[in-house]
């Protein structure tokens, strides 16, 4: 019976009857296991280490004077896995700008993105800034990213990070994403829209967003999302890049906001686009990347 087994699942992972059965009707029943199974599994923080501030020999010296363990990610040069320390954000090695605390799934937005040296980069809802950072960290001192966001407390916390991180290639300001900014029409070679969304992704670390949804907030969401990809589509410059992530698992945010986009938007071909599961060793996590011709 479908919905006794619903009910079952919802009681063994501790989601909402509602949520299982989206998923369940989207992805199948054998998805909707693993990524509740792995919501309930402890996950060693992973970062980032800046490439422009410490070699690796460097880093993992000092990680190791921190007493900190530490595992290569098996793909990613630059990130590691970290167990046995108290509090990140207490050791010598963050503060001096070594690393930057992220998930796996958000590394792939500027892998993805793949900036040329000289690139203008604008990050339309960046903060606390994980992305745009390590976009100004591949441009390697050339280039420009511009990180913006809708607060005066959410572009501080970016300015902290850019200056944490030591970045003359960037700086933040505060703007409204659905607002057209002329001054950036046609500037920009990449424009990041990791945008607000429903978060179901990381219902792992934060529990509380799994009785905070609901199928209304997802249809605002999407709504939400749309209006913004509208207006900030026009910063991106013939020939440029418009990258459009979330960390939520939902067709109407992710897939379905990407086709209606490209239907009203023929300037752009979408390159590639790929959801990420929290059982694959990150966060639930969606990205498409578009070209504009």
Known sequence: DPSNEIACLSVRYSLPMWMVEKWISVYGKETVEKMG??????????????????????????LEKDGVV??????LPYAYELTNYDYLAGLLSFQKGYFYIQDISSMQVAEWAEPKEGD??????????????????????????????????KVEMIEDNID???????????WDATEFDASAEEKADVVIADLPCSGLGVIGTKTDIKYNASEEKIQELAALQQEILQVVCRYVKPNGTLLYSTCTMTKE????????????HTEFELE????????????GFFMAKMHRK
């Open 37 to 62: 199974k792995a919501f309930l599994e402890e996950r060693p923080v992973t970062v980032r280490r800046n490439t422009a501030v410490v070699s690796k020999e460097e880093f993992e010296k000092e």
């Open 70 to 75: 530490y595992r290569r990610h098996p793909v």
């Open 120 to 153: 203008y980069v604008i990050d339309v809802c960046a903060a606390p800034g994980g992305k745009a950072i390590h976009l100004a960290e591949k441009l390697s001192g050339t280039g420009y990213v511009e990180a913006r966001d809708l607060t005066e407390y």
């Open 164 to 174: 944490r991180c030591q970045l003359s290639n960037m700086t933040a300001k505060v």
């Open 253 to 264: 945010e992710n897939e379905e906001n990407v086709h209606k986009f490209l239907e009203t």
């Open 272 to 283: 590639h686009m790929r959801q990420c599961f929290p059982y694959e060793g990150c966060d």
